[in-house]
Every structure is written in C-alpha cells, then in structure tokens.
C-alpha cells in the first residue's frame, strides 16, 4: 500500500534515516561508546551513565530543528538542506573521535553529542514529511510507523551484529555521509523567492505550537508520554558493567554483547509486526496500558539475573541473557509505536515538521530524565566499575516506578487509530492559521494520488 501511494524518494530517505542513522548507526553508536568509556577513557558507570544524558540534548532540541525545516528554507527547499547539514555534521563529529586518537573527556563528549545532533537533525527532517502524510492520509499513519521501526530493526541488527566484531568509531561516519548524500537525491519542489515571508512563517508556527499544546487533548497524552519514559530509570551502564565483569558478572565477551544485542534487534523486528499484524486497532489506552504492565513485568527478568537465580534454576546465562533481550525488545517495541502513531495524529497541518519535533523533544526529555536519575540512582546505591552489591535494588526501584505508571494512563485517550483524537475545531483553527506553510508553492512529493482527472497529481506533504 505504500508503495502505491508514496513517492519512491520518500520512501528511500526513511531507509536512509531509520535504517542507516538511527538503526546502524545508533545501534554500533550504542556499543562502541559504552567500551571507549570503559576502556579508553576508564569512567565509573554512573559518571558515563550521566555522559549519556548529553547525548539526548540535541533531541530535545526538535524544536528548533523542527523551527528550521517548517519556516527557514535554503535556496528555496525546505528539507533537502537540513539532510546535507545533518550528515557532514554527524560525519565530521564521528571522524574527529575516530582519528585524532585519546581526546580530553570534553572533547570526546562534544564529539559524540555532534554525532547524536545529526541524527536528530535528519529524524526531525524526515519526520516532518511523515507527519504531514499521516495526517492526510489517516489509514497511512501506522504503516508508516511500522515501516519504520522495521528500517530501524533492521538497521540495528546489523549495527550490533558487526559490533561485537570490531569497534572502529570511523564505522559511524558512514551513514551520516549517506544522510548527506540523500539531501541532493530526495525530490522536492523549490520554493519561488517570492513565496518566502521566514519572519511571518516563524510568528505562525510558534502561535500555531503554543495554541495546539494547550489543547487539554494534546498536552494529556504528552505528559504521559514524558512520565512513562521519565520514571523508568535507566540502569544500562550499571548493567553493562555487570555484564562484562568476571566476579560477581558474568563477563560476557565483547562478540557474545553484540550478539545479545543483534538478537534484540531481530526480537524488535518481532514487535513491529505483532503491533502491525494484530495490535493497532486497539484503542490507545487500553494498549499502552496492557504494554506498560508488560514493561514492569519483563523488568523482573533482570533482578532475577543480577541475583543469579538462573543458575538456581538450571539456566545457563547465555541462554537466560538471550531470552530476557528477546522479550524486553519485543514488549518495548509494543510500547513504544502506539505512542509513535498517537503523536503524529495530534499534528496540525502546516506546522507538522514543528510541533512533531516539539513532542519527540519531550520523549527525548523523558529519555534525558531517565538516564540521569537512573546515574544518580547508581551514585546513591554505590553501583561502582567493581561493586554491584546494590544493583538489584536499583533495577527493582526501576520496575516499581514503571508499575507506578499504569496510574497515569487515564492521560490517553480511549480511541482507536480511525477515531477523531482531536476535535476539528481545535486543530482546524491552527491550521487555518498555518495554511500558508502547508500551501506554498514548493515541497517534498511524497504521495501521488488520482484525482477528479485521470493522472492528476496531488502534493500532501507540502513544505
């Protein structure tokens, strides 16, 4: 169905996005950054575990990013620059670490975080065109959602399969490049000089933001979205540390994480089509809250492996490591799309690049939330680079703040994807308002439809 309806370029820039930036690339990202703060740089895992909340910073900046694409064109595109900028960014960030050799902790921080700035700066240019096509074409929003996380899957399962051979941070500057390279591939329309007004664009957008969030059915889902993430604390690094230490660990080899990684990534996968096949036409609430419950349940399968009981029960820690990845991935996954899809449906036409970015900047701001409580929470309870005595009860707090949620899901609306999320007299008003950004003369051709004439083209994912 969607190649019937979208544009073969649109298409191909999700792949590049989805599969290469954020699947690949974040994925090796993911492990190669978590052995260069361990064994170049020799960090405790609460320190990296609040290095890690860095990474988020140029996410929670969607906004801007989002600003830029919506009301600042260059050379009259909108899109085509900013995947250009994004990659020379992402790949100039990427060889700087990889070559100049041991940097100052600073300069590698700074480095890593301008490799995370051009992911979210391409995530936010595609998303813009995804957010508008889901609006015009409702039936089209979960597919397109599911078409992505299956890029993203896909991507990650490759990035950590070739991971746990060999990590080489000059790897990470391979798909940023491509990212560049489809800035001049991507179709879109250039926008005559006499269509652009950025300062009126710019008050229009910001007016249509701030009327939209204040809708008590837009800013609800929001904060649940925030508070779900934000509450479930991370405790990755005091988990990786764990792994990879001989006594009380069980010092899995650098290969064998990789291997657990890619098998996650395959069960991700797993997760896209149970949700695509059987989960999205259950209404919001009832499926984030199914899934929520899920998520603090599966949770329980890490206290039971940092106390060892798996070796009580006769499961060698391969085997139990292995299904434990597979069944927090899937039921991640099942968690994380519905969120996905409602956001892209509380989009106003005009500003979608804008005010999509606006709510995956409070996604990254409960990721951001998660890791540095999480760091602190390994600090407090004394989680060292050899000390875990205390790491379970970090991992039991996390799973009880996750139960804790399940209270909040009432913030979601008890609707299906058919259903009207917004009324159209709310949505409709900012739109009308934003008309201009969505009907100017240029933008990404994305969707090729018949209309009253036979042939008849029509452009829904205008910039």
Known sequence: MLSSNLNPTFI???????????????????????????????????TVQIYMGFYYIPWVMKPLWGLLTDVFPVAGYRRRPYFVAAGVLGSASALAVALVGELPVAAALTCLVGVTAGMAIADVTIDACIAKSSIEIKGLAADMQSLCGFCSSVGALIGF???????????????????????????????????????????VAVKGTWRTIQC????????????????????HE???????????????????????YAVGALASIVGVVIYQKALKDIPFRTLLFSAQLLYALSGMLDVVFILRWNLWLGIPDSLFVMAEECVSRVVSRVRWTPMIVLSTRLCPSGIEGTFFALLMCIDSLGSLSSKWGGGLMLHWFGVTRTEFGNLWAVVLLRNGLRLGT????????????????????????????????????GGVLLVGMEGGDKGERTTLLQS
């Not at 010092?251 to 994480?257: D, E, M, P, T, V």
């Open 238 to 260: 005091g988990q990786f540390y764990w792994y990879t230490h001989p006594n009380p660990g069980p010092a899995f080899s650098q290969s064998f994480i990789g291997m657990v």
């Open 406 to 441: 399940l209270g909040l899901v009432f913030l979601v609306p008890n609707r299906g994807l058919g259903d009207e999320l917004v009324p159209d007299g709310v949505l409709g008003v900012v739109s009308d308002g934003c008309r201009e950004l969505g009907d100017g003369d």
């Open 216 to 235: 008590p059915q837009v800013w609800k889902p929001s904060l649940y979205m925030y508070l779900s993430l934000a509450l479930s604390i991370s405790t």
């Open 161 to 203: 399969s070739t991971s746990g051979l060999f990590l080489a941070l000059v790897l990470l500057a391979m798909p940023p490049a491509l990212v560049a390279v489809l800035g001049f591939v991507i179709y879109e329309v250039k926008r005559s000089p006499g269509g652009q007004n950025d300062e009126k664009d710019l008050g």
């Open 12 to 46: 191909l820039g999700i792949f590049v996005v989805y599969g290469l930036s954020q699947g690949f690339s974040g994925s090796f990202f993911r492990v190669v950054t978590d052995y260069y703060w361990k064994d170049v740089q020799k960090l405790q895992p609460s």
